[in-house]
């Protein structure tokens, strides 16, 4: 890597190597400014806008910092959302995937049983909702003794809803030598009275909204009435075509409606509520990133953590209720150097709303013509063979540096009730011939099954042995994991 990109920030040869296999090659503006800072161990305050790379931008100074041998907690990442906390796990996963790093996401609505036990094992970086993070430290499950980094992700969207004493009880109790990083897209006085009570001299950051102007996104919009959205819908994306895309509703039940609408139109479409259970939603996540499907119909808080490079259109079917909710929305478009395209349906009640988004965002949004019969006869023969053909699945991002490194995760049939325990499987494939310890990666034990990354294209060789090798005296099953 050149020193031009990623080789500038002395980083270790395991989180250079991770960072090419994710297709890192230069550093976005929010990431030159903040790696060096976190590589010095300071206090950050950074208002960026989504989808500008901040989450790599924390992760990568932060993998490269913890010390891989400290088995408790050294990282606390706070999420508004369970989505985003996942997917902050992933990434930092990823990133830190040839160290070993081990990542962990602790949200409401799992099991907490499984999430203590997860913290037992080593464990170098949490994620997690504010609520659950403070159970976990309140009941003791969550160790804090070796706490050194804390970051606050989307700051302004948490505390808009309502986690801010959550959020300061975990402060409270964490280490006071420590350091903070806070992070959000926008700057209220509540986000700022948290850098004045618990961070020390904060280096403060502030990313241009480029994403906000045509540059990444073109932003449009139509006029129409509430009567006559489901209509222009139809004919924006007969028109638009879009490869992938994010239709926003206001309200948990506007998302039911409108889902079941294109569904019967047989439209290749899911939905994401907070109404839904919660391994319902990640299971929804997961389809819409691998391209399973082209629509996905979200309400606001539902969406905030989804993290993908490719969506092409996002299309405010409802307008959202404040103009920070604007900048979330269209910021999950025109991300990762790519153009997006940003359409907001117009009520005549929604233009009190429209005045105060164009004057926070700094330009007046275009208004456009609503699509004429003969542009959406002209698109509907490309539009419905789209539709009907069978969608590609694409690879997420785990799979492609998994695929391009040599990576394969295997899943045995035992674990903890099993008493196995993570030395017993690194002594046992580093006995194989042609193996070696730095050939094994992360390593996760559960109740009853267990997860190892077999590293550097050794994982058929490992597969075939295993077949027939005991752990700790027990014969397991063992198979390539889905």
């Known amino acids: 890597m050149s020193w031009s990109g990623f080789g500038q920030y002395g980083l270790s040869e395991d989180i250079v190597r991770a960072l090419e296999g994710l297709g890192f090659n230069e550093p976005t503006e929010v990431q030159r400014e903040v790696i060096p800072v976190v590589m010095h161990n300071r206090d950050i305050v950074v208002k960026s806008q989504t989808g500008s790379g901040k989450t790599a931008a924390y992760g990568i100074p932060l993998c490269e910092l913890v010390n891989w041998e400290e088995n408790k907690p050294q990282v606390l990442i706070l999420t508004p959302t369970r989505e985003l906390a996942v997917q902050v796990k992933e990434d930092l996963t990823n990133i830190g995937r040839f160290k070993r790093v081990r990542a962990a996401a602790i949200y409401g609505k799992q099991p907490f049983h499984v999430q203590k036990l997860e913290l037992k094992q080593k464990t170098h970086i949490v994620a997690g909702t504010p609520g659950r993070v403070l159970d976990h430290i309140e009941k003791g499950t969550f160790p804090l003794g070796k706490l050194a980094y804390l970051v606050i992700d989307e700051a302004d969207e948490m505390l808009n809803m309502g986690f801010i004493d959550q959020v300061e009880a975990i402060i409270q109790r964490l280490p006071a030598e420590r350091v903070t990083m806070l992070f959000s897209a926008t700057l209220p006085e509540d986000v700022d009275q948290l850098r004045q009570k618990y961070m020390r001299d904060p280096v403060s950051v502030e990313i241009q909204a480029t994403g906000l102007t045509t540059d990444a996104i073109e932003h449009a919009q139509m006029k129409v009435s509430e009567a006559d959205k489901f209509e222009l819908l139809q004919n924006v994306t007969m028109v638009e075509n879009p490869d992938s895309c994010i239709i926003f509703c206001r309200t948990q039940e506007g998302v039911n409606d409108l889902f079941r609408g294109l569904a019967r139109l047989e439209y290749p479409c899911d939905r994401i509520h907070g109404g839904m259970a919660q391994e319902e939603r990640l299971e929804v996540m997961s389809a819409f990133r691998r391209g399973q499907f082209r629509y996905l119909i979200a309400t606001d808080v539902a969406a905030r953590g989804i993290d993908i490079d490719n969506i092409t259109h996002v299309i405010n079917y409802d307008f959202p209720l404040d103009k920070e909710g604007y900048v979330h929305r269209t910021g999950r478009t025109g991300r990762a150097g790519k153009r997006g395209q940003a359409i907001t349906f117009v009520t005549p009640s929604d233009e009190g709303r429209l005045a105060e988004v164009e004057k926070y965002i700094g330009f007046r949004i275009r208004r456009v013509e609503e699509p004429s019969a003969e542009e959406v006869e002209s698109g509907r023969g490309a539009f ?78 490992v597969l075939q042995a295993m077949k027939s090798t005991t752990v700790k005296g027990k014969l397991l099953k063992v198979h390539k994991a889905k």
């Open 384 to 461: 419905e063979q789209k539709i009907y053909r069978q969608t590609r699945r694409k690879k997420d991002k785990g799979e492609q540096v998994s695929a391009e490194a040599g990576i394969m995760k295997l899943y045995f049939n035992g674990g903890k009730k099993k008493k196995l325990r993570a030395v017993d499987f690194v002594g046992t494939i580093a006995r194989i011939d042609g193996m070696a310890a730095d050939d094994i990666g992360i390593i996760a034990i559960q109740d009853n099954e267990t997860f190892v990354d077999i590293l550097n294209g050794k994982g058929l060789l």
